[in-house]
């Protein structure tokens, strides 16, 4: 009975040994399965952090960067508050400016008003500067014809001088000739009878030639009294006429 019995544990201890082996090797392939996934985690592990470390500099890098662009927004940020500023001030010039302009663009008009006044009381003194030429013109054409009458006034005048002249010499002739033939008269021939011939023949001549000379007096004088009757400076002339 103790054979069959022995056979039958030692079959089962085959088995545990088999289960056990089989465990075993299960355990191996599990443990080795557990180093491969370890070593890959450590793989994971080493690249993560190589991926952190990237990360890092990279994050330290894009700090480094926002704090330039921060820096560099400040700086825009301050320009632009200059430039607003200047910006304010350029338009506070340009109202100056405006007004300035304003006030420039109401003086031109005002100018331009005193201009166009000017212009009007330049024209009316020249219409009355062109009046008083023709008045002028006028004056010279009446001063010209007055003179011209005033000449032939004087030659008549002269003439007239000529022609009392010529009256003088024939009365002092007549005279003459009258003292001469009453010499002649009362002395009778003797010898005074020269003096008597001669001064009857003295007085002859005078009152020949103030007769000559005053009928060409005369005659000037009708002349010149024709001229000043039809000269326009002797209106009173005409009405005479």
């Known amino acids: ?37 370890q070593n890959q985690l450590a793989r994971q592990r080493t690249e993560t952090t190589s991926h952190l470390a990237l990360y890092s500099s990279k994050t330290a890098e894009n700090a480094e960067k926002q704090t330039g662009f921060a820096q560099e927004r400040t700086a825009l940020t301050r320009e632009q508050t200059r430039l607003s500023t200047r910006s304010t001030e350029l338009a506070n010039i340009r109202t100056e400016l405006a007004q300035e302009r304003s006030f420039q663009a109401e003086e031109r008009t005002r100018l331009a008003t005193q201009r166009t006044e000017m212009a009007r009381h330049r024209t009316s003194l020249s219409d009355w500067r062109t009046k008083l030429a023709e008045r002028r013109n006028d004056l010279a054409k009446e001063r010209t014809i007055t003179a011209r009458t005033r000449t032939r006034l004087s030659l008549h005048r002269t003439e007239l001088a000529e022609e009392r002249t010529s009256l ?22 003797s010898v005074w009878t020269f003096f008597d011939g001669g001064l009857v023949l003295f007085s002859t001549l005078m009152v020949y030639f103030g007769t000559t000379s005053y009928r060409r007096s005369r005659a000037k004088e009708k002349k010149l009294l024709e001229l000043l009757v039809h000269d326009t400076g002797m209106p009173d002339m005409k009405a005479l006429n």
């Open 168 to 189: 003088a010499v024939i009365r002092t002739g007549l005279a003459f000739l009258t003292l001469g033939i009453t010499f002649f008269r009362y002395f009778g021939i």
């Open 1 to 37: 009975m103790s054979e069959p019995h022995n056979g039958g544990e030692r079959g089962h201890n085959s088995e545990e040994v088999v289960a056990l082996l089989t465990r075993l090797a299960e355990l191996e392939q599990e443990q080795a399965g557990a180093m491969q996934e």
